[in-house]
């Protein structure tokens, strides 16, 4: 008979504990990573306490259930200092004004910190409990085997930045001609000594940000100061997230700005691992530059491209992206929302939501998950922002995802081997196979997992090649571990012909091949 998508129900078994290394730190393969708005989280503590809240106030309860869940690390969106020049131009930007209106009808002052990415200093926001409050939640992680991830901002500082006045070659400067002409992208800087035309950060694709400045990589003490501030952020945490990545890069940072620099970071990588070997670097990075940058020191790149296939909702480009190299593969990390895109609620039409969840959460990598996510939250909060709607808990959704992630921390699908899967059509002429994309996960001494979606809007059928000579002569028990679906088949019959499917549109399964 044909396996067909059911409507799943929850699973009740426990969502299953990885396992730790000697130091009580999660090691695994393939980790998974949980964004939190540090900013957010504490405005809805300070509510409930009903005074300010700091990192101390984020509950063992909080982090008991993040441990729960299966997280490898934890990364505290926004934790540095930021400055009054940001949360000014923040308020004053119109356009920024109506944006945050549409997220915040009932908007005020207050709700505009400024732009978490325009930093001042790499210390602990002063509102935030300083320091020792961020060593302490750091120690609470570890307690849990889990890790801390920050940001760091490689390509601007704030407005405000003391380098202004105590480093101005540190920056990109512009002339004044530069500065009538594109106002957009250059600003004049008042400072003790003289007024300065520096220019705003930017990529070389849209107008510069207008509560930063662009920091200027041809300087050799701009690079070696960067790379302190670096060495300094790698005491407080267990690695970083490097913001916009590529835009320091040699070639991009001389097409943008007509000056040559030397190569950042693989000194600054190779630098870091020499005292702590495993810290851990993830790039943010479009335009196909993921590869350099992996090939630069980098753990993980951001793998936008998979999200936009996924996005456009066809079949074929999702599974030639899983044709790519194995160790390209082994380092992306594969998300579905975070701060920077809409949310996936907001996005993905239901069904194709929870099909592009299976695909990205169970696919080898860095699995990234977004505060919110599970819950159904359909409305992007800008990082100028510091408070979040009000939105209805989508309860299906929260219980595909916890489902998915009892799947997600699997031996197998954490530690195991990745390998796609050939469909082929279940008869002449039907060309719904191409619908499919298919994998399988194999960990010795573990029954194999088979991951299959039916990607597209119609109802398909297909025959999924299985490529494991233990089901030959055996009666196999095929268990979707995202529903109440079981049935038995003949092994022989699945080695020779394989294992057919009939599902509807956006239908998935994730079955364990167990013989009998």
Known sequence: MPITQLSPNRLTRPILQPRKSSIGLRQHRYPSLYQVNTRVWLRELQQSLGEQATLDDISDTELDRLAREGFDWIWFLGIWQTGSAGQRASRENREWQTEFQQVLPDLRQNDVCGSCFAITSYKVHSDFGGEVALERLRRRLHERGMRLLLDFVPNHTGLDHPWVEQHPEFYVRGTAEQLRNEPHDYVRVETSTKPRILAYGRDPYFAGWPDTLQLNYAEPSLQEAMQLELESIAEKCDGVRCDMAMLVLSDVFERTWGLRMEPFWPKVTRSIRSRRPEFLFIAEVYWDLEWTLQQQGFDYTYD????????????????????????????????????????????????????????????????????????????????????????????????????????????????????????????????????????????????????????????????????FDELRGRTVRAQDLMSSVVDERDGDELFHHGLYLDMPKWGFHVFKLETL
């Open 304 to 467: 936008k491209r998979l999200y936009d296939r996924l996005r456009d909702g066809h079949a074929r480009s999702v599974r030639d992206h899983f044709r790519a190299d194995g160790r390209f593969q082994q380092k992306s990390a594969r998300f579905l929302e975070n701060h920077d895109e809409s949310r996936a609620a907001g996005t993905f039409l239901p069904g194709m939501h929870q099909a592009a969840a299976t695909l990205t959460y169970l696919s080898p990598g860095l699995r990234f998950f977004h505060d919110g996510q599970f819950e159904g939250r359909a409305k992007k909060v800008s990082v100028h922002l510091g408070r979040r709607p009000i939105e209805p808990v989508n309860s299906c959704l929260r219980d595909f995802y916890a489902r998915l992630l009892n799947c997600v921390h699997l031996p197998e699908t954490q530690d195991g081997e990745w390998r796609l899967l050939n469909c082929s059509s279940a008869w002449d002429g039907n060309w719904t196979s191409d619908c499919f994309i298919c994998f399988a996960w194999q960990k010795s001494e573990y029954p194999p997992i088979v991951v299959t979606v039916n990607y597209a809007p119609t109802w398909s059928q297909c025959y999924v090649q299985l490529p």
